[in-house]
């Protein structure tokens, strides 16, 4: 226990150094957002998955091996996909496709059967991009990560799957390293690099956990702790497909934007929408601990339904003008 509390407490501090330092560099090499009319170094992203594949790595050697090694490596590749990303602006169906990959090779098919575990890789692709997604509002995708992950780490406890559980317990420390610098307004970002291979890692921890489990209860379970991202995901496909534009495209039409055009404060947004995401959290590790029924996942499907629906009739564009000044100003729309 003691190991872990320092591996966490070593993620932190490194992944906020390490994030500080490699700011410049990300400014001279043009890994950079605009927000606020101003660039913002992606060094964030690549912090966070440095610092957590080295912390978990030396914890993987000290510990001879704990079950995680694999999905450091697929996560790691997720990484160096959403870096090319970040980069060079890669197709959406080329990220899918490398993430979909990527999970393939570490869904456990013996305990899921091949039906069961060919439908994770595809609720990992979806989730991956939802995180991905979140990304558009200072300190959102960071905050959600951390209690995601959290969430993750205490589900993996109760089944004493000491791996999965150190693992997202030092990715949540180091992307709460990495908020140090991402509050409103941040100095540094997240991007693809950080944001899909945070996604993607708490995806599939989470598929590891409930393995072996009831495919209908594990649907559940998976669905509270994801259920924010879920959410903004549904959210921007029913609104866009709806509208008539193409479901790929960018546009100021997420959570964190109508919740703008209603009048809250970036910083107010987040806090929102976290307190949103924990309340999930805190459902899904008691179902799954088996300390609340399936009744309970039902009333997060519920609320999150109410959610989409009362912001879906949000307005956020007006003709051929996609958001306010106001608004874009804060919330940048380059993701989908």
């Not at 950079?32 to 978990?56: D, F, I, K, N, Y």
């Not at 959102?140 to 693992?167: N, Q, R, S």
């Not at 903004?232 to 055009?261: E, K, M, T």
Request: proline share 3%; net charge positive; glycine share 16%.
């Amino acid at each position: 226990m003691l190991y872990g509390i320092a591996a966490a407490a070593t993620a932190l501090l490194l992944t906020a150094l390490l994030a500080a330092a490699l700011r410049i560099p990300a400014l001279r090499l043009r890994l950079v957002e605009r927000r606020r009319q101003r660039e913002v170094p992606l060094s964030g992203g690549v912090a966070v998955v440095v610092v957590t594949g080295a912390v978990v790595g030396v914890k993987e050697w000290g510990a001879a091996g704990s079950g995680t090694g694999g999905l450091l490596v697929a996560g790691g590749a997720v990484a160096l996909l959403g870096l090319v990303d970040d980069v060079w602006r890669l197709r959406r169906r080329v990220l899918a496709a490398g993430t979909a990959v990527a999970a393939a090779c570490v869904v456990p098919y013996g305990e899921t059967g091949v039906g069961p575990g060919l439908l994770a890789v595809v609720w990992a692709v979806g989730v991956t991009f939802a995180f991905r997604g979140l990304d558009h509002a200072d300190g959102l995708a960071g905050t959600a990560g951390v209690v995601t992950a959290f969430g993750v780490a205490a589900c993996a406890a109760v089944d004493v799957m000491d791996g999965v559980a150190g693992l997202m317990s030092v990715l949540a420390a180091a992307l709460t390293g990495f908020l140090l610098h991402n509050w409103h307004p941040a100095r540094v970002g997240l991007g693809s690099c950080g944001a899909m291979s945070a996604g993607f890692v708490i995806a599939l921890g989470l598929v590891h956990v409930r393995a072996g489990f009831g495919l209908g209860e594990s649907a559940g379970v998976l669905f509270a702790l994801t259920a924010l991202a879920s959410a903004d995901a549904v959210l921007v496909l029913l609104a866009r497909r709806l509208g008539g534009r193409p479901v790929v495209r960018s546009g100021p039409d997420h959570l964190g934007h109508r919740l703008r055009r209603l009048g809250l404060t970036v910083p107010g947004v987040t806090l929102l929408l976290g307190f949103a995401a924990l309340s999930g959290v805190l459902v899904g590790v008691l179902a799954h601990a088996e300390r609340v029924g399936g009744g309970a996942l039902w009333w997060v499907v519920g609320g999150a339904l109410v959610v989409v629906l009362a912001l879906f009739r949000v307005p956020v564009y007006a003709g051929r003008r996609s958001v306010s000044p106001q608004v874009g100003a804060s919330l940048r729309v380059r993701n989908g």
